[in-house]
């Protein structure tokens, strides 16, 4: 009759049966073997990802929407964090100087540019906060840590940020 499954039903014992898959594989080299390729594949397309942006492939620490905003806001402008690096070997350069004015010029530099990045930094939060509410609307959920990634972003030379950044500098973000 028309709508009907015209067969019976199977025994619970066989679909049960046929389920069934071995908790450890019987030849482990070849599972082995197919893990590490899998992982391979797996890490290949995550690099790709970290140079083309592609958020499907993206370690979970920097996948979505928001994490995306932070970066693109964080890459399109200058920041005080960027140019600490150099800064410091400079003035690990003017600490072998024994004179007193060498001295107090290196402490001098030092505090200060860790200040003034620390203000910068302060200062790029609130603003890709402000830029997070406005974009997404009031009620969404930043996630956790999200500060410090912005910072730790805006800390790195420009070159070696990953994942790659995607917006040139000055661009308007949101």
């Known amino acids: 009759r028309p709508g009907a499954k015209n067969r019976p039903t199977p025994k619970r014992r066989d679909q049960e049966a046929a389920r069934k898959q071995p908790l450890v594989v019987t030849d482990r080299k070849e599972a082995r073997e197919n893990d590490r390729a899998a992982r391979v594949e797996q890490r290949a397309k995550m690099n790709e990802a970290m140079v083309t942006g592609d958020d499907r492939y ?30 410091m070997v400079l003035v690990l350069a003017l600490s072998f100087v024994r004179q007193n004015w060498a001295v107090l010029l290196v402490m001098a530099v030092t505090y200060t540019l860790i ?60």
Do not use: H
């Open 58 to 87: 993206l370690p979970t620490r920097d996948r979505g929407p928001v994490k995306r905003y932070i970066r693109d806001r964080v890459d399109a402008r200058w920041s005080v964090g960027e140019f600490l690096l150099p800064a």
């Open 115 to 174: 200040v003034v990045a620390a203000i910068d930094c302060w200062v790029m939060w609130r603003n890709v906060k402000k830029g997070i509410y406005a974009k997404f609307g009031p009620d969404v959920a930043i996630p956790r840590g999200s500060a410090m990634y912005a910072v730790m972003r805006a800390f790195q030379l420009r070159r070696t940020r990953m994942p790659r950044p995607q917006v040139t500098r000055g661009t308007q973000v949101g």
